[in-house]
């Protein structure tokens, strides 16, 4: 018993229950697409935080040199100032063939610089000491953590290894890392971490006015990551994303909702009959809509978490360190923003199917005459597809022709699921042009660089290619402009390769060793950290556009089913039907894919210029996301209508046509 037009909207949902999931998948597809984008870019900015200050070896903000006590007191007591400390640099000292550099560093100071620290911990005294780990070879040979050296005229017990660098293993300059407690007024540097929470551009704003620019240095990328909002490169790129991404949400929500009320014209109609108003009339879809809102949002957010969750294991599992890079953040405000924008999308989204359901006259909605359109007949020369052969394609083209609406809304969707797969596929290739993917030290493990005053070089060279093929750990060596690359089997026999390599090649020849294994860890890792979230988001992408395809096909169908069994009557075969509605959506699929990869190359340009300023590199048309996009949609289209056809091939061609 129906006491109100309201519960209508409840039985409709329970009674075509196929209908309503798969509005419900395509909503929670949206949500769960929105939501996902904005915690896939939080987890992502954290993540690449910590990378970043992987590969400085430190995470302040900004150091100020030449200072006074003025300055100083204005850092140590700014409330905009998170942290500050003091680090200096003192004499280098001789060991062996190489030298160590002293640096000291007060609590504060040390803070900033655990990101440097390969294994153990920082000093905590005068007494203690990290240094450079190529460097332990230097100072004893079977120095370990834990045992006590003497550096100059000091005595350090070793706490901790720093992780070798490129430039200290070039310039054969170690490291040594100890505490400090007293400074000078204006000896080293002060390390500044400024408040996450305020305005950085007032702040270093601030920092600029104390002093002149040469004694200031900005750690420049850490701040781009901490606050991209600062960069209107960013910012540009993060409102295209998210603007596309909507777009392509008020498309599949629209379609499902219009399919529904194109399905329910007759109802209507006979709502209107026995006295419901437009506006009544209107409330049943906009209950609907809120209904499925209700439900979608929170299993799309869900679904959301659960794929960062998977990422997650993903990472845990496949990454030396996977638990360091975590993607797993619950942001309530990114959850509740997604949230809100799924539900104004959604009620936005059906508020003109719910417009055209109420305007829906009784009569012609009882009469089935709404279907019925007066279209102007145009003669064609083309004698061509008049063939019997070509007598499928001839109505495919003529049906295409003469609906221009039901194909604009048709070859939107495809042009906007191919213009999001092209454009996060050119993000995944701006990506992986950055500089911690594509780095010319990832090309191997360990160089040995000879120097450059060896004037019989070719000779030098063959004798030193031969001795490092001839080492046990070296896979494969390649020379290239007085350096040697070198790949090894076994990285973590790294250090007795470098030895080696210092005994045999060493002794005959001036060079340097430089080991890149601690610097293209952090970058590898980068790397996988890049293909997981890029190619997992263009897959989500990918299955979203594939369900709006699939929905603006099917309605195309499901409004014809009089035309089609009116076809079938005259004498068409079922085999024709079928071929005439396959054509048709092939010539969706062709019209549309063309047209979203034409757009989809604009749109990759334009953001390609948002970001030029932040990676240097040359656009170029995404020649394969291009094919794909070509192929998929074509596809789709032809898999779209398979299911719509074995139902319409059973229903009884008389029941059809008799239908009021």
């Known amino acids: 018993m129906i006491s109100s037009y309201k519960q209508l909207s409840s039985r409709y949902l329970k009674g075509n229950i196929k209908r309503t999931i798969l509005t419900l998948v395509g909503i929670v597809l949206s949500v769960a697409l929105i939501s996902t984008i904005g915690l896939f870019m939080r987890g992502s900015q954290l993540s690449q935080i910590e990378n970043i200050k992987k590969l400085n070896g430190f995470s302040f903000h900004v150091g100020i040199s030449n200072y006074d006590e003025v300055i100083l007191n204005k850092i140590r007591y700014n409330p905009q100032i998170e942290s500050s400390g003091l680090m200096s640099q003192g004499s280098t000292i001789s060991v062996g063939e190489v030298s160590v550099q002293m640096n000291f560093a007060d609590h504060r100071a040390m803070e900033f610089l655990p990101y440097s620290l390969l294994d153990g911990q920082l000093p905590v005294n005068e007494h203690e000491a990290a240094v450079d780990s190529w460097t332990l070879p230097y100072i004893n040979k079977d120095l370990q953590i834990g045992d006590s050296f003497q550096l100059g005229e000091v005595t350090y017990k070793l706490v901790g290894l720093l992780d070798n660098r490129e430039f200290t293993q070039k310039s054969k ?64 790129t993060l409102v295209i994303v998210i603007s596309i991404v909507v777009v392509a949400t008020v498309v599949v929500i629209y379609n499902a909702f219009q399919i529904s009320v194109v399905e329910r014209m007759k109802q209507f109609g006979l709502l209107r009959s026995i006295g419901a108003t437009r506006k009544q009339i209107r409330q049943i879809v906009m209950r609907e809509a809120a209904v499925l809102a209700v439900i979608s949002i929170p299993i799309g957010i869900v679904c959301s978490l659960l794929a960062l969750a998977a990422l997650q294991f993903i990472f845990f599992i496949l990454l030396e360190e996977g638990a360091s890079v975590s993607f797993f953040h619950i942001e309530w405000q990114i959850i509740l923003i997604s949230s809100i ?24 909605a009882i009469s089935s005459r709404l279907s019925i359109k007066k279209e102007s007949i145009k003669k064609q020369k083309n004698t061509k597809l008049r063939k019997p052969i070509s007598f499928p394609l001839n109505l495919a083209l003529k049906n295409v022709k003469r609906n221009k609406n039901r194909y604009t809304v048709t070859i939107l969707s495809i042009i906007i699921s191919s213009v999001l797969f092209i454009t996060f596929s050119s993000l ?42 001839s080492l046990g750990n070296v896979s494969e060596v390649s020379e290239q402009n007085h350096h040697f690359r070198i790949k090894l089997k076994d990285a973590n026999q790294s250090s007795a390769t470098v030895a080696n390599i210092q005994q045999t090649v060493g002794t005959k020849h001036s060079i340097i060793i430089v080991n890149y294994l601690d610097e293209n860890k952090i970058k590898n890792d980068e790397a996988f950290v890049i293909k997981v979230l890029v190619y997992g988001f263009i897959a989500v992408i990918s299955l979203i556009g594939s369900v709006n395809i699939i929905n603006t096909i099917t309605i195309s169908i499901i409004t014809r089913r009089k035309e089609l069994a009116a076809l079938k009557s005259i004498g068409m075969s079922q085999k024709d039907l079928k071929k005439m509605i396959i054509y048709e959506a092939l010539i969706y699929g062709i019209s549309g894919s063309l047209q979203g990869i034409f757009f989809g190359c604009i749109l990759s340009y334009i953001i390609y210029l948002a970001i030029s300023d932040l990676v240097k590199l040359e656009w170029t048309i995404p020649y394969v996301a291009c094919i794909l996009t070509f192929t998929a949609a074509l596809f789709i289209s032809y898999v779209s209508v398979l299911i719509p056809l074995r139902k319409i091939q059973k229903e009884n061609i008389i029941d059809v046509i008799r239908e009021e």
Do not use: C, W
């Open 341 to 364: 924008i799924t539900l104004t999308t959604v009620l936005a989204s059906s508020y003109y199917p719910a417009f055209f359901a109420g305007r829906i006259s009784p009569l012609l």
């Open 428 to 469: 995944m290739n701006i990506a992986f042009a950055s500089k911690y993917v594509n780095n010319e030290s990832m090309k191997s493990d360990l160089t040995v660089n000879l120097q450059q005053d060896h004037h019989d070089f070719p000779a030098d060279s063959q004798d030193i290619l031969e001795q490092l093929k």
């Open 173 to 236: 300059v170690g490291r040594l890392l100890t505490y400090k407690r007293d400074f000078a007024i204006g000896e080293g540097r002060i390390l500044v971490e400024i408040n996450p929470k305020v305005n950085f551009n007032e702040v270093l704003d601030e920092i600029k006015s104390l002093t002149v620019p040469e004694n200031i240095v900005i750690n420049e990328e850490l701040i781009g990551v901490l606050k991209p909002q600062s960069n209107r490169s960013i910012l540009a």
